[in-house]
Nanobody, 114 residues
Framework: QVQLVESGGGVVQPGGSLRLSCAASGFTFTNYYMKWYRQAPGKERELVARISPGGSTTYGDSVKGRFTISRDNAKNTVYLQMNSLKPEDTAIYYC????????WGQGTQVTVSS
């Protein structure tokens, strides 16, 4: 079955950086778009970034120029490099794939605070 395991979250000061990872298994990773979403307390889940099987990327307006999504098809892993972090980036970050329905990881908490 599909498994997505996120890691790399933590507490960082404003202006800092974090790199999230999502290890995927149970499906042919190279065939699917991979996505990062986030959900802040009291807010709806929002799309942060997505990457095609070939490496084309799209980003939410709030993270353009600061976040970079990438994938390593040899490792079945998708990454989210987050730079110039702001307090409003505080959220739980989730990895997602649409394979036999929408599948989610357990999420990783990112907290941006001084």
């Amino acid at each position: 079955q599909v498994q997505l395991v996120e890691s790399g979250g933590g507490v960082v000061q404003p202006g800092g950086s974090l790199r999230l990872s999502c290890a995927a298994s149970g499906f042919t990773f190279t065939n699917y778009y991979m996505k990062w979403y986030r959900q802040a307390p009291g807010k709806e889940r929002e799309l942060v970034a997505r990457i095609s099987p070939g490496g084309s990327t799209t980003y939410g307006d709030s993270v353009k120029g600061r976040f970079t999504i990438s994938r390593d098809n040899a490792k079945n892993t998708v990454y989210l490099q987050m730079n110039s972090l702001k307090p409003e980036d505080t959220a739980i970050y989730y990895c997602n794939v649409d394979r036999g329905g929408s599948k989610w990881g357990q999420g990783t908490q990112v907290t941006v605070s001084s």
